[in-house]
């Protein structure tokens, strides 16, 4: 129980950020087109899902204030998760 660290074991500096190229983006929205073109039926399901959803839940947020906040929360919370069959097409392609 006697194990001193002293200021010196420590490593104070900030974690490296590692820098993105000005034409990455494009890449990325390049793999998610081709994704797209390569299953169209469930990434247009997925992508209607998602709209009706966020429809269905701004209506509801509308009528019920008070639940305003509540709806969206849950929203921007659960649809993280939801999105993970998006991934998992991506990766078996």
């Given amino acids: ?3 001193e660290t002293s200021s010196t074991d420590r490593q104070d500096s900030p974690p490296a950020v590692r820098s993105v190229g000005i034409g990455r983006p494009f890449a990325w ?3 998610g ?3 797209l073109r390569a299953n169209p039926i469930a ?3 997925y992508g ?3 709209a009706i959803a966020g429809d269905l839940i ?3 947020a509308w009528r019920n204030g008070h639940f305003f906040i509540v709806a969206t929360s849950g929203f921007f ?3 993280p998760l939801l999105a993970g ?3 998992e097409i991506s990766r078996r392609l």
Avoid: E, K, N, Q
């Fill in 1 to 3: 129980m006697g194990v």
């Fill in 29 to 31: 929205l390049a793999a």
């Fill in 33 to 35: 087109w081709r994704d």
């Fill in 43 to 45: 990434s247009l399901a």
């Fill in 48 to 50: 209607l899902l998602f």
């Fill in 58 to 60: 701004t209506i509801f």
């Fill in 77 to 79: 919370l659960v649809a």
């Fill in 85 to 87: 069959g998006l991934y």
